[in-house]
């Protein structure tokens, strides 16, 4: 009889064969379905990337939901990526699923107002059903339910809500004609559907507002999204009083409009902005993203210097939460050429400033700030060298990581480097597309396995208690290093990775599926 003792230790030093070819040409090791699902649902968003189109990002979603006979997760995954990957896309998609199979239709009525919570949401829903890509093109009873009692909510909350076409908000209330519960909901429908409103029984926001358009110069701002505001003949005392009156994500979102207007050429005005953006109660509140945060520090083209100063700070305090991962930790940003793509892919007319390498480069720098020991090697087709401080700003080390590489990806070579150091390892956190290729032409060598899986095994062999967490910012279903005891792999590009990523390091041994499973419907 074989000594199993034996064979088990064998195969523990062993790296596994890797399972198919990832869309850039190498080896990888594919996710189960559940963890590919997941990986799409925090990640995409239905716009081409660098290796594939939106159309077969589409494909391989329904590829994997067919693949996966659980209603359940479905439902707690769609709640997982509005929730806490604060998406808006996938979560109407993975919704309108629900509601077209037939053991879904109980948990889509249950987890239907935690995903529909704005009107944007309800907009996104609603064409998902209507396109046919759920195997229907109407609502159907039980979704046009849902939407009435959508509609059956505070008007003035319905008519800050009413953003957006394609369908709008009126598009949507003659396809489900909701019952209005009071005379001012009557009248808030007739409104949005360009009828006759009784004007007395208009919620006293739309009265408001109504008021402001026909005499802006005069009339008090009403407490209206910013879009409501932006396409009117507004004076600059009034874009004045708009800047200082809103909200904390309505400045942020809007400084080269206030730039245009005049706003940011009064010193007292750029004071009481960059107070209001480095507020901590307000930055807290905002749940803002930290991507966000970087986006609206690449955008703002023509702002006063103080004003991105204080979208530094707004960063610092936005990332004060992220845990510190001890000592012994190496941080490897992807700044391959792939990572060039826009981080919510190529959209006509309104593709993102914010590529993956600048997300990747700004987990490096939060991890960095955090753990100022910890050591960053960037990566493309080789290891490169960064020289960055931890004591500059999180925004600073980003800069200057995102302006590095350019070449192939070669995930296995920062992990090289550091096992050829001999140096001590706790935890190797990988920030990448895990479009690895350069590296496979030596895979003959590795027993068939990903060259970084290899180096890994040499590394565990010195560092039994190393952990490996792989964030991927991309919609692709393929990993350099399977998930195990001693592997994560986690999605998306909301500071929820970190909470994710902090758990798995003090000991739990729960994958981020197991994670997703927690959700409660």
Not at 262 to 268: A, I, M, N, T
Not at 280 to 303: G, H, K, T, W
Request: charged fraction near 25%.
């Amino acid at each position: 009889m074989a000594n199993k003792r034996i064979f088990r230790n064998a195969m523990g030093k062993i790296a596994p064969a890797t399972n198919m070819v990832n869309e850039a040409g190498g080896r990888a090791y594919q996710f189960a379905p559940k963890a590919a699902l997941a990986q799409y649902a925090v990640t995409g968003v239905f716009n081409g990337t660098y290796y594939v189109s939106a159309k077969t990002q589409l494909d391989k979603i329904q590829e994997y939901l067919a693949k996966v006979n659980d209603a359940a997760f479905v439902a707690k995954l769609a709640v997982y990526a509005r929730k806490q990957g604060f998406m808006k896309d996938m979560p109407a998609f993975l919704l309108a699923h629900l509601a077209s199979r037939s053991d879904g239709r109980r948990l889509f009525d249950r987890v239907f107002d935690q995903v529909i919570d704005n009107g944007k949401m309800l907009q996104n829903f609603v064409q998902v059903m209507r396109s046919g890509v759920v195997g229907r093109n109407s609502l159907g009873s039980m979704a046009k339910r849902k939407v009435k009692g959508w509609f059956n909510r505070d008007p003035d909350w319905i008519f800050k809500n009413s953003i957006g076409s394609n369908p709008s908000l009126a598009d949507i209330l003659k396809l489900s004609h909701p019952h209005p519960l009071t005379k001012k909901h009557e009248a808030l429908f007739a409104y949005l559907l360009g009828k006759d409103a009784k004007k007395r029984s208009l919620p006293a926001l739309v009265k408001a507002y109504e008021k402001f358009k026909a005499n802006p110069d005069r009339a008090e701002v009403p407490k209206v999204p910013f879009q409501f505001l932006a396409s009117l003949d507004i004076p600059e005392k009034v874009w004045k009083e708009i800047a200082k009156n809103g909200g904390w994500h309505m400045v942020r979102m809007n400084l080269n409009t206030f730039a245009r207007h005049g706003v940011l050429d009064d010193e007292y005005m750029v004071e009481l902005i960059a107070d209001k953006l480095r507020d901590e109660d307000q930055i807290r509140r905002s749940r803002v993203f930290p991507y966000q945060l970087m986006a609206a520090f690449m955008n703002a083209r023509d702002v006063p210097s103080e004003i991105s100063l204080a979208l530094q700070d707004a960063m610092e305090i936005a990332t004060q939460n992220v845990p510190a991962f001890g000592k012994n930790v190496y941080v490897f940003p992807d700044v391959s050429g792939s990572m060039s793509s826009p981080v919510t892919g190529y959209r006509r007319g309104s593709t993102s400033k914010v590529n993956c390498i600048d997300v990747a480069a700004l987990v490096a720098a939060t991890v960095l700030r955090t753990t100022p020991q910890a050591e960053v090697i960037p990566f493309e087709c080789r290891a490169l060298k960064a020289r960055l401080n931890p004591r500059d700003s999180i925004m600073t080390n980003a800069k200057k990581l995102a302006r590095m590489g350019g070449g192939g990806t070669n995930c296995s070579a920062p992990l090289e480097q550091v096992e050829r150091s001999g140096k001590k390892v706790d935890l190797v956190i990988y920030v990448s597309d895990n479009e690895s290729w350069v590296d496979s032409s030596r895979s003959r060598y590795y027993n068939d396995s990903t060259a970084t899986m290899k180096i890994w095994k040499k590394i565990k062999r010195k560092n039994p208690n190393a952990k490996m967490v792989c964030i991927d910012i991309t919609p692709y279903d393929s990993t350099q290093a399977p998930d195990s005891k001693d592997i994560l792999n986690v999605g998306g590009f909301s500071d929820q990775i970190f909470t994710v990523i902090d758990e798995f390091v003090n000991g739990s041994e729960e994958h981020w599926v197991d994670v997703i499973e927690r959700v409660e419907v």
